[in-house]
């Protein structure tokens, strides 16, 4: 069995354009952004990884650790 346990999302926001394509593509409304602020709710996120795809500038990237029981 594997379980995920820490997980980080990050982004940069030098290569965000702020054109909300990431919160179209998220399914549970995990991200949040206004004209200046992007914030990724990572209680909300259940790692789909479709922010990250969708994204036309590359600014999201996520690191998923897991361990093996």
Known sequence: ME???KSEMDVDRS???YCGACVGMCPTD???LDETVIAI???K???CEFCVIGCPTG???AEWFHAKL
């Open 41 to 43: 709710n990572e209680d």
């Open 59 to 61: 600014a999201i990237s």
């Open 3 to 5: 379980v995920k346990v």
């Open 15 to 17: 290569l965000c354009d």
């Open 45 to 47: 996120c259940i790692k």
């Open 30 to 32: 995990a991200i949040n």
